[in-house]
């Protein structure tokens, strides 16, 4: 069983709407990364932090997509306008540490459909 | 733009037999992989890792690393009918630390 917990596991949209979802990491991961794995299962890197701050995020995700990861909160991607190329399923993973060698420790995700 | 293409696309085998896994970089900064394995409706779940050159192997699993070439595979041996899922090979950079996933292998174990 996954001990990352992402919520919710789907996520209806109309077009336009807001889009949130959540995910709790492992404990004692500090470090957490979103992926969208799209209906051909490619994966996208979109965002990682360590504790608070980001490390790493792609351009679109500058746009449309924001997240965060607060103290004593769980960590959160929201897409402000959904499109119905958004329509994926969202994968947090959290892993030890930032070196190479970490491996990704992934929740079960959020099938978003955008309508 | 980074790649890790994995072959064949997709896969049968008899329960039992032996699945046999591929997965090339393009990129000679990916120096660490890994296997994940993921069934419908779940997350990936990471198989094994591997760093060096040569052979891994933990239970039916076995990984094979050629860092000259950029090849790595995944042999799966007694295959059971558990085993059917999507195998993602992926890898880090070790400059950026980006993990890149494969484009996945579908494998059916036929009972």
């Known amino acids: 069983n996954s001990k990352v917990i992402q919520t919710p596991r789907y996520l209806v949209k109309g077009q336009g709407q807001k889009a949130k979802m959540r995910c709790i990491p492992e404990?004692?991961?500090?470090?957490v990364f979103w992926y969208q794995q799209n209906k051909n299962n490619e994966f996208k890197f979109l965002i990682n932090?360590?504790?608070?701050?980001?490390?790493?995020q792609i351009d679109m995700t500058e746009k449309r997509f924001s997240a965060e990861c607060p103290s004593n909160s769980p960590c959160s991607l929201e897409i402000q306008s959904s499109e119905a190329g958004d329509s994926a399923l969202y994968l947090c993973?959290?892993?030890?540490?930032?070196?190479?060698?970490?491996?990704?420790?992934f929740g079960s995700g959020t099938r978003l459909t955008v309508l | 733009q980074q790649k890790v293409q994995q072959s064949p696309e997709s896969l049968s085998v008899p329960e039992g037999g032996m699945a046999s896994l591929n997965c090339t970089s393009s990129?000679?900064?990916?120096?660490y992989f890994w296997w994940y394995r993921q069934h419908s409706g779940e997350g990936p779940k990471a198989l094994m890792?591997?760093?060096?050159?040569g052979d891994k192997k933990e239970g039916r699993f076995t990984a094979h690393l050629n860092k000259a070439s950029l090849h790595v595979s995944l042999h799966i041996r007694d295959s059971q009918p558990s085993d059917s899922a999507l195998y993602f090979c992926?890898?880090?950079?070790?400059?950026?630390?980006?993990?890149?996933f494969g484009t996945g292998t579908r494998l059916q174990v036929l009972p």
């Open positions: 993973a959290s892993s030890r540490d930032i070196p190479s060698a970490e491996t990704l420790y």
């Open positions: 404990k004692g991961h500090p470090v």
């Open positions: 932090f360590q504790n608070q701050e980001v490390l790493q």
């Open positions: 990129d000679r900064n990916f120096q």
């Open positions: 890792s591997i760093f060096s050159d």
């Open positions: 992926a890898a880090r950079d070790s400059n950026t630390n980006k993990v890149v």
